[in-house]
């Protein structure tokens, strides 16, 4: 019996520290190589606590800070890196993005996650 308890403690603790309150300075710390460290763990409280669709572009970057990309893949779109992985080598193996589409008035229609597995 107290090794069944243990091991859902144990559990539940390990699956509560993947995710994390968004906080803006946390967003927007960068880490070795530019990686974002912390925006793994607060995408999910970003997406369910804080909605992005129907902002402005000033409050987005007021929310989320000024984006890696603005309009060079595609036009209106702002991209915000989550996550690289890049393996064992220099080039990425795995790319993680949140991907922001505004209108023609500069507001926000889609948010969505754009995975790339090379």
């Known amino acids: 019996m107290r090794l069944l308890l243990f091991a859902l403690v144990t559990l ?10 968004f906080d803006k300075t946390a967003w927007s710390e960068k880490g070795d190589l530019g990686i974002y460290p912390n925006r793994e763990k607060m995408l999910k409280d970003l997406m369910n606590n804080h909605p992005l669709k129907g902002l402005t572009y000033k ?11 603005y309009k060079d893949e595609e036009p209106n779109t702002a ?11 220099i080039d990425p193996v795995y790319v993680k993005n ?3 589409k505004f209108s023609i008035d500069s507001i926000v ?5 754009n995975e790339i597995k090379h």
């Open 59 to 69: 409050q987005l970057i007021d929310l989320l800070g000024e984006p890696e990309k």
């Open 109 to 113: 229609k889609n948010v969505s996650i």
């Open 12 to 21: 539940c603790i390990g699956s509560c520290t993947n995710n994390q309150q």
């Open 98 to 100: 949140l991907e922001v």
């Open 79 to 89: 991209t915000y890196n989550i996550m690289t992985d890049y393996g064992g080598d």
